[in-house]
């Protein structure tokens, strides 16, 4: 099993990388390789320094035509080398729970995907997924590559992976309970103005997701501060 998280840029800080890498150990009892993917060889080399000591392999995308989280789809490239089964989650979410049921969950056939927040969007949320790319990168990477310019219009990598791969058979999601959103409390709810969120942390919830802002260091959330770290 293979861990994978993508750090590129200067959106966020070293830190995060630590703080998930802690996170994953604490929260899984299931052997596995823990890889970031970045986007240069300076990056790589600034988080080793940072990191001694965690058993972290660092490597370093093959395409650098790719901007900002649109990165992600690199992941599903032969030339990421992620054999066998991969689970993924973005840097900005916090661990509450043990987690070896997303490892575990599916088939090695099948795409794994978390249903976004709002139900209506019928959309894929990219912030956790698991993939095997001996079927993957044929469903999302090549396909994207041969037609990359029909893309150009889409919001976000979620989109295109969503696009891709969700009308195939093997395709499935993990239970909803499982994730919950920082700002919106379940998938049902209204989605309120933020002068009316609440930050309450769903009791059935393995996984928070921050998506957009505000970011796992902003909040001032008590169960946030005591699994972040």
Same mark, same amino acid.
Request: proline letters at 3%.
């Given at each position: 099993?293979?861990?994978? #998280?993508?750090?590129?840029? !200067? ?89 070896? #049921? ?74 909803? $309970? ?34 957009? $802002?505000?970011?796992?260091? !902003? ?11």
């Amino acid at each position: 099993m293979n861990f994978v #998280c993508v750090y590129y840029g !200067d959106k966020y800080k070293i830190e995060y990388v630590e703080k998930l890498y802690n996170m994953v150990q604490r929260h899984t009892t299931i052997p596995h390789k823990f890889i970031c993917f970045t986007d240069s060889t300076i990056i790589q080399r600034r988080l080793k320094r940072t990191l001694p000591g965690h058993q972290i392999e660092f490597r370093q995308f093959k395409h650098h035509d790719f901007e900002g989280w649109f990165n992600k789809l690199q992941l599903f490239s032969p030339e990421s080398n992620l054999v066998g089964n991969t689970l993924y989650m973005d840097l900005d979410v916090v661990i509450v729970k043990n987690i070896d #049921c997303f490892f575990t969950c599916g088939k090695d056939h099948n795409f794994v995907g978390m249903n976004d927040f709002n139900p209506s969007s019928g959309q894929f949320n990219s912030s956790i997924m698991k993939f095997n790319n001996t079927t993957t990168s044929k469903l999302i990477w090549e396909e994207y590559m041969r037609r990359r310019t029909d893309f150009k219009k889409h919001a976000g990598d979620q989109n295109i992976i969503t696009d891709l791969i969700k009308k195939h058979k093997d395709t499935i999601s993990f239970p909803d $309970s499982w994730t919950q959103s920082y700002k919106w409390y379940d998938r049902k709810g209204e989605r309120f103005h933020n002068s009316k969120w609440t930050f309450e942390q769903h009791p059935e919830a393995k996984v928070c997701v921050f998506h957009g $802002s505000p970011n796992p260091h !902003d909040s001032d959330q008590e169960w946030v501060k005591n699994n972040w770290k």
